[in-house]
């Protein structure tokens, strides 16, 4: 198993302005993944953090919106750019290992754009 | 596109009494994933099931899987307040690792 934190747990934010999740992890993983969960509703995949090279996103998510950093195995950081109420979220990482088939999840960063 | 179609969406229960939550997805998968989520909290494994067949239990949830039909049940024996969260299905594949979640149910055990 893997223990996953995750910084800031909560934040509440302004309009324009950009806010950036930590996801650390307790042991090296293979893959890292960044979900979203908006109020009341499931969870989608944003993209797939890449350690060394640049993300993979998933349709309807691109990288000058949620730019996405994996400098090493251990730690991603998602970046909420030009924020707007609609990005009100929670934003969950996630981590597993090649040929695992578990998947753990990050206790999630609650964000609330004003 | 894949789709995971979780019913019923909100479940009452009433203590004591057994209920069934399905999960249908529209794609061949290698894995299917329970989840449970808590109010305000992050999402906790339940099950993981990997082949038809597939059978597994914890306490008063069971789990199973027919690969054929692409349908997945957590079965919920003697409801108790405890089990009150809602709980997810997601498929997943052995190539990748994403996962893609069903819409969730909220359970709500009562008296």
């Known amino acids: 198993s893997a223990v996953i934190s995750q910084k800031p747990s909560r934040d509440i934010c302004q309009r324009g302005t950009s806010l950036t999740i930590q996801c650390q992890v307790d042991s090296q993983v293979t893959m890292m993944f960044w979900y979203r969960q908006q109020p009341g509703q499931s969870l989608t995949l944003i993209a797939t953090a890449n350690q060394g090279s640049e993300a993979t996103y998933e349709s309807g998510f691109v990288i000058d919106k949620f730019p996405i950093s994996r400098p090493n195995l251990t730690f991603s950081t998602l970046t909420v750019s030009n924020m707007s109420p609609e990005d009100s979220s929670i934003y969950l990482c996630s981590v597993t290992w090649t040929g695992s088939y578990e998947q753990y999840f990050g206790p999630g960063t609650r964000l609330t754009v004003t | 596109e894949l789709k995971v179609e979780q019913n019923p969406l909100f479940l009452s229960m009433q203590e004591g009494k057994n209920y069934t939550i399905y999960c249908n997805y529209s794609?061949?998968?290698?894995?299917l994933y329970w989840y449970r989520q808590d109010p305000g909290k992050s999402l906790e494994s339940l099950f993981v099931l990997l082949s038809n067949g597939a059978v597994k239990q914890e306490g008063r949830l069971m789990a199973s899987l027919d690969t054929k039909a692409r349908l997945s049940t957590l079965h919920i024996t003697a409801a108790v307040h405890d089990l009150s969260a809602t709980y997810f299905c997601?498929?997943?594949?052995?190539?990748?690792?994403?996962?893609?979640f069903g819409a969730g149910t909220t359970v709500t055990v009562r008296a």
């Open positions: 794609t061949t998968s290698d894995r």
């Open positions: 997601a498929v997943g594949f052995s190539n990748d690792y994403k996962l893609s």
